[in-house]
């Protein structure tokens, strides 16, 4: 078990669930799920590695927090540690709108704080609307846009597509932090 234990989080109307309470289990990622963990990543971001501003990170390698219901993994949120800053790496829900993304963004927002972190942020690209209407539903605000940054990444990572959500080419990064 590592340092973040299990933790029970019912979520209701305040954290963002809409309709019935859903009740989830969040916690650290453990080695034994690394196969799991690379599955998914390849499943949603066409392979284990990811970039972020210029940045090659091996994702399976990262430390993570898993979202468990009914004894079933549901979403995967990974991040990278420097100095004070946190930054999420990826976060994906493997069942949209149940409340699942505000829960590991919830726990994310309790492992910052408690690692010592003062920034929380990600990256997100141009073409990701449901996610950057996400975020900003949740306190991050869009700090900076990296043009071109998408466009760079692909000498990194060949996989990533040109074309993204809703026919939009992909070639910006929007760095975003939360607010406290
Ligand atoms: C971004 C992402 C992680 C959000 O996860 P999610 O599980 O859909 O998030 P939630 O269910 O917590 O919230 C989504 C919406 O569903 C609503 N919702 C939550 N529980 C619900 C329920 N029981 N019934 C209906 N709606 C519900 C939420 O209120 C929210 O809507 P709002 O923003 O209008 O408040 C997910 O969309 C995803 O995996 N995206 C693809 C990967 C990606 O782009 N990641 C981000 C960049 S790393």
């Not at 209701?12 to 080695?31: I, K, M, S």
């Not at 306190?139 to 692909?154: G, K, P, S, Y």
Request: charged share 20%; hydrophobic share 35%.
């Amino acid at each position: 078990m590592n340092r973040l234990s299990t933790r029970r989080m019912t979520l209701g109307a305040n954290d963002y669930a809409v309709g019935a309470a859903h009740t989830f289990d969040v916690r650290g990622l453990e080695p034994e799920d690394k196969p799991w963990v690379q599955h998914i990543l390849r499943q949603y971001w066409g392979s284990t590695t990811q970039v972020s501003m210029g940045k090659l990170y091996q994702a399976d390698e990262l430390p993570g927090l898993v979202a468990v219901r009914d004894g079933q993994s549901v979403g995967l949120l990974t991040y990278h540690i420097d100095g004070t800053a946190c930054e999420i790496i990826t976060h994906n829900s493997m069942a949209g709108h149940g409340g699942i993304g505000s829960c590991l963004l919830n726990a994310i927002r309790d492992k910052a704080r408690e690692l010592g972190c003062e920034r929380l942020w990600l990256i997100t690209t141009n073409d990701n609307t449901p996610a950057i209407r996400f975020y900003q539903r949740r306190n991050f605000d869009m700090i900076a846009l990296h043009r071109d940054a998408v466009t760079e990444a692909r000498h990194l990572k060949s996989e990533i597509p040109n074309i993204g959500f809703d026919g939009i080419p992909i070639r910006h990064e929007i760095e975003m932090q939360y607010n406290a």
